[in-house]
């Protein structure tokens, strides 16, 4: 059972989605529906798992239905069809009473523009989900000064949201989401409001806050860089329709249609593929029978553009090995060429 | 499917339409119509002049519905009046008793607090109440009747007034039902419900009140709709993402972020209850308007200006109040200064 299973969900916004919903199922385009109905059609079919403990990004243009379909994970809104199912609870079938329980304890959510609350201090926005679960205020605010300390903002939990930058409110939302220790993440271009280099700086700590607690992560984003990043799994939106899911690389080197092989192709990707993805192992690469000369170790997990000045420099082989040293593969210059050549739409190379 | 209802629809109006017609030409006195209605459409004449036969008959049903709920509910509208009577009458008697001095020490002290120990402000509100006794002692006492009046009349507007534009903010159907209403109080003529005013209520401050009521409430209503349905809804979405229930989400997060807005509608109620108050004195009320009242039918222009400064600063001193404790609200939730990092 996945953590999140997300089945066959429509959604379309309108004065009478139920009498829309039968054309969408025939297969009318989202522009065809506009102009004939009025309807704005937000999810199409949109069917996916979500495993526990991974990062899934949810990636497409503005418009395509992303905030919708994350929002549809803690019902804060309603599919017109289809079904939501949580750790094997189907969402839809809450009560007012359970609904609430269920976002108090097993989902916590991260806004695009912040959602922080003006009047009340970066302790109480960040105790707010213990607030309203009815906590003690000492409790409260012992876990709440936890969380700041560990978005790094010790000494501004009596300040104001607005007396903040950007980059610090959106810490302030990152930690409000890790206070009431939810499983489940959602996280709605949590960075897409900020600079570039705050933008980093956050991924960064969003990473390794990651490694530490193992939460299942919905990431929503409109940028292939920061996809490629966070993302274990990438799904990929377009008018509301879901049409790929895959690993990074799945998505970068098989992409499923010209909407995706424009998202992908101006990646880089020296930067993007580590070298235990396109490594032969050691009985493929005798079987070659490639000379081994001029050997350089690099780690599995490096990316590429990480050894890359190195090869260039001497013609050698690269021997990829894990953390304790152990043997797992070797890159020749031809898979590395391979590997960083651009690939149309449903490329050559298979992983 | 659609469609069959809108026709549905458009039939139903021109029955009705028909319908009201067919009572107006019923209800007309005899002299006013053709012999028989068949004439209407032999001779045309009827269509140079209104004619009087077109006439629906909405006076005497408003008449006798008036007339009904007196009888019938009499004791009602007796008890309201009394109750109303009752605070009014022991809190005008009880500022009256104190030492003039006193009285305004107490405003001193409430401005003090209300605008967050903002100095300039209680020193202005100070003078201007000094100088209501000082234009005229007569004044005195009559703008603590007034301010009473008002006082009771904002009370019974915040009351009622908050909670139908909260309401009103979080139902549409309950908005839509009530704008029309909302519109109806504000352009209709004060007259037309001061006098059925008296006829329930008697003369004297009651009336006041309620006529108070009806022109300031909605204004009071609308910010508080407009103050809630104005906050942000990615904030309204990250409370109810976390579990707040609607009511947790409405008193933590609506209506303290609706506040200053909510303040303003208060501040707009004062200024509109005084208003009111002043042309209230024409149907008996006491209080300093009925001296502008008297320098008006006497052709004493210097009578009604002195007064008419009073009414002036009575305004400045409820004005400033009401906008200091909504401007001291609004810092404490949104503060200004920015750090720079
Ligand atoms: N409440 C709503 N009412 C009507 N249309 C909506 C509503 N919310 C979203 N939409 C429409 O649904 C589509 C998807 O919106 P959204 O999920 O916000 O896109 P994204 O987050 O990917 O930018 C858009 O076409 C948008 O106009
Ligand atoms: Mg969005």
Not at chain 2, 147 to 166: K, R
Request: charged share 20%; hydrophobic share 45%; glycine share 8%.
């Amino acid at each position: 059972m996945s953590k999140i299973e997300i089945k066959n969900v429509y959604k379309i916004f309108g004065e009478h989605p139920s009498k829309v919903l039968p054309m969408v199922q025939e297969g009318a385009t989202k522009e065809e529906i506009l102009e004939k109905t009025g309807h704005t059609v937000g999810l199409d079919n949109v069917s996916l798992n979500i495993e526990e403990g991974e990062t899934f990004v949810c990636m497409g243009l503005s418009g395509s239905g992303k905030s919708t379909l994350i929002r549809h994970i803690n019902r804060l809104i309603d599919p017109t069809s289809g079904d939501i199912l949580v750790e094997g609870t189907n969402v839809m079938d809450l009560d007012k009473k359970n609904l609430i329980e269920f976002r108090r304890h097993k989902m916590s959510m991260v806004f695009q523009r912040f959602g922080l609350f003006p009047h009340k201090t970066v302790m109480e926005n960040v105790g707010y989900g213990l607030e309203v679960q009815g906590k003690k205020l000492e409790e409260k605010n012992k876990i709440a000064m936890e969380k700041i300390e560990a978005v790094g903002l010790n000494g501004f939990e009596h300040q104001y949201p607005n007396q903040l930058s950007g980059g610090m409110q959106q810490r302030v939302g990152l930690a409000r989401a890790l206070a009431t220790n939810t499983d489940i993440m959602l996280m709605d271009e949590a960075f897409s409001a900020l600079d570039p280099l705050i933008r980093t700086e956050m991924q960064k700590q969003l990473i390794n806050l990651q490694t530490e607690l193992k939460k299942t992560i919905v990431f929503i984003t409109h940028d292939l860089d920061e996809s490629l990043k966070l993302g274990d799994h990438i799904g990929i939106l377009n008018h509301g329709k879901l049409v790929q899911v895959g690993t990074p690389i799945d998505i970068i080197m098989n992409p499923a249609d010209d909407y995706v092989a424009a998202f992908v192709k101006d990646v880089n990707r020296a930067k993007v593929i580590k070298a235990k993805i396109i490594m032969l192992t050691p009985e493929d690469f005798k079987k070659n029978g490639e000379k081994q000369s001029n050997i350089i170790k690099v780690n599995e997990n490096d990316f590429l553009d990480e050894f890359l000045p190195k090869v260039c420099l001497t013609p050698a082989t690269i021997e990829v090995i894990d953390n304790d040293g152990n043997i797992k593969g070797y890159i020749t210059e031809k898979v590395l060429s391979k590997a960083l050549t651009k690939s149309n739409a449903n490329g050559a190379y298979k992983s | 499917m659609n469609k069959y209802k809108t026709y549905l629809k458009y039939f139903i109006y021109s029955a009705i339409f028909v319908y009201v017609i067919i009572i107006s030409y019923r209800s007309a006195r005899p002299r006013y119509k053709p012999e028989h209605y068949t004439d209407i459409f032999k001779d045309f004449s009827w269509l140079n002049d209104w004619p009087k036969w077109l006439d629906f008959p909405l006076m005497q049903p408003i008449n006798s519905g008036f007339d009904w709920l007196i009888s019938k509910y009499g004791l009602f509208f007796d008890g309201i009046n009394n109750f109303l009577l009752g605070i009014y009458t022991s809190m005008r008697n009880s500022i009256v008793d104190l030492p003039w001095p006193l009285v305004i020490a107490m405003v001193i002290t409430i401005t003090y607090f209300a605008s967050g120990k903002k100095i300039q402000t209680t020193v202005l509100v100070a003078f201007c109440t000094f100088f209501l006794g000082f234009l005229s002692p007569r004044y005195w006492d009559k703008c603590i009747m007034t301010t009473c009046i008002v006082v009771i009349g904002m009370l019974l507007c915040i009351i009622i007034g908050i909670p139908v534009g909260i309401a009103m903010a979080r139902n549409k159907k309950v908005r839509n039902a009530l704008l029309p209403v909302l519109d109806l109080m504000q352009t209709i003529p004060s007259f037309c419900y001061l006098i059925p005013g008296i006829l329930l209520f008697g003369l004297g401050a009651v009336p006041a009140i309620i006529a108070i009521f009806v022109y300031a409430v909605p204004p009071l209503i609308r910010l508080t709709d407009l103050g809630i349905r104005l906050v942000d809804k990615e904030v309204i979405e990250a409370s109810e993402a976390f579990g707040a229930s609607k009511k947790q989400t409405l008193w933590g997060v609506q209506i303290p972020l609706a506040l200053p807005n909510i303040m303003q509608g208060i501040n707009q109620c004062t200024m509109m209850s005084l208003a009111m108050v002043v042309i209230a004195s024409m149907i008996g009320t006491r209080g300093i308007g009925d001296e502008v009242l008297l320098g008006l039918q006497q052709l004493n222009v210097g009578m009604a200006t002195e007064a008419g400064i009073a009414i002036v600063l009575l305004a400045i001193i409820f004005d400033r109040i009401t906008q200091s404790y909504g401007e001291k609200l609004q810092e404490r939730t949104q503060p200004k200064k920015k750090i720079n990092f």
